[in-house]
């Protein structure tokens, strides 16, 4: 069985920092790009952040918005990707999703939402004094 499960999130000041996993089990975890994503009431769904595959040497990606800010990395012995997220500000409030792509692709940067095979349930990220 297929699963993505998210956790880190949670209520933090301004200016503060924190660590999102993403655990997946069910598939072949090295073969697959992994994505973060965030969806703000209101908003669409938009990405974040991703790494693309060991096979692929694990290059990360960051949107402008984020870039300095926030650093991705996978444990592939763990099946796990984290999500550092440092100097938060009140618009990064959001449900913070991580999503699994199959891809032998270099660059993992490009991918529309729908093109992800498999999402997790998503966690939530509220920054505020």
């Known amino acids: 069985q297929v699963q993505l499960m998210e956790s880190g999130g949670g209520l933090v000041q301004p200016g503060g920092s924190l660590r999102l996993a993403c655990v997946a089990s069910g598939f072949t975890f090295e073969k697959y790009i992994i994505g973060w994503f965030r969806q703000a009431p209101g908003k669409e769904r938009e990405a974040v952040s991703c790494?693309?595959?060991?096979?692929?040497?694990?290059?990360?990606y960051y949107e402008s918005f984020v870039r300095g800010r926030f650093t991705i990395s996978r444990d592939n012995a763990k099946n796990t990707v984290h999500l550092r997220m440092d100097n938060l500000k009140p618009e990064d409030t959001a449900i913070y999703y991580c999503?699994?792509?199959?891809?032998?692709?270099?660059?993992?940067?490009?991918?529309?939402?729908?093109?992800?095979?498999?999402w997790g349930q998503g966690t939530q990220v509220t920054v505020s004094s």
């Open positions: 790494i693309s595959s060991p096979e692929q040497e694990e290059i990360p």
């Open positions: 999503a699994a792509l199959a891809s032998t692709y270099r660059y993992c940067a490009g991918y529309v939402p729908a093109r992800y095979n498999y």
